[in-house]
């Protein structure tokens, strides 16, 4: 039976955990998709410090969905020793976080160069990083994002068959498809069902000049976002599509809504929240 399971980015509520539980817990949203925490990113934690991140959560009745990490979202250039270590300290964070899964992208290509021109560096590093967590419980999850070599779905699935081990999956994001100028549905949803395993929710509008930033959060987001069904994501058909395919996995609102959560994160989560409602009603679908 399909199943819809809610998560959040709640560091676009607030950049203090405790803000982003207590507004979670008034839409009843129990798991959080780790990325922002009390102002910093959740890869530059110590072990201790995600330690005593966990037993708040636990405290108030908060589970893990995922560790939204920044790996791989650096220029395919610069060396990988580094950031390889970076990733099996995330890793042991997710360990401690009880995180089934880890997401994480395929590298940001020089601006004005071909994809391919990095393809065997790409599928070496991908291969890496999921020979680094066999064996630690936690699945890694591809997301699909601009400027990064798995931005459309024909190289998102090319990773995805290439890298052996059967640890890493998809996160589907129907709005990094959309600024790729790709159609959702039936195009992008057809190509990746058979890898995903995490959903996405945001949607927006595509602009064709929007400008290249490599930021590694949602600042400088520019006016391109809108809330679940108000853009060109699709929402209604993809979640359908999802749904009646036997979907059972975390739905993770990630609304892009604003640059600056200590303005009015909270009113747009909300905002954005009612409107992913919206449409689930839409098209008989239920999320918990």
Not at 16 to 35: A, F, K, N, S, Y
Request: charged fraction near 25%.
């Amino acid at each position: 039976m399909s199943r819809f399971i809610l998560s959040a980015f709640a560091d676009e509520i607030s950049a203090q955990l405790d803000r982003q539980m207590d507004v979670l817990e008034e839409l009843d949203i129990h798991h959080i998709e780790l990325r922002g925490i009390d102002g910093k990113n959740v890869a530059d934690y110590t072990l201790d410090e995600i330690d005593g991140v966990f037993a708040r959560m636990q405290a108030r009745g908060f589970q893990t969905s995922a560790v939204g990490s920044p790996i791989g979202k650096v220029d395919i250039r610069e060396p990988f020793e580094e950031h390889l270590e970076k990733f099996k300290h995330v890793l042991a964070l997710a360990q401690r976080l009880h995180a089934p899964y880890i997401r994480l992208f395929s590298f940001f290509i020089p601006e004005g160069e071909q994809p391919q021109a990095y393809r065997e560096e790409v599928l070496c590093r991908m291969q890496l990083l999921a020979d680094a967590a066999k064996g630690s419980g936690v699945t890694l999850l591809h997301e699909n994002e601009r400027y990064i070599y798995g931005d459309v779905p024909e190289r998102c699935v090319e990773i995805l068959k290439s890298v052996q081990g059967g640890n890493l999956f998809a996160t589907y994001d129907p709005a990094n498809f959309v600024h790729c100028h790709v159609r959702n549905y039936p195009h992008a949803y057809e190509m990746m069902r058979p890898y995903v395993r995490y959903l996405h929710m945001k949607d927006a509008v595509y602009e064709e000049n929007a400008a290249r930033t490599l930021d590694m959060g949602f600042q400088n987001i520019g006016d391109v976002h809108r809330a679940p069904g108000e853009g060109e994501g699709q929402i209604a058909q993809v979640l359908r599509a999802f749904w009646e395919s036997g979907y059972e996995g975390f739905l993770t609102l990630e609304p892009h809504l604003s640059a600056d959560p200590a303005v009015d994160g909270p009113e747009q989560f909300r905002r954005a929240y009612g409107a992913l409602m919206k449409v689930l009603d839409q098209i008989g679908a239920k999320a918990g």
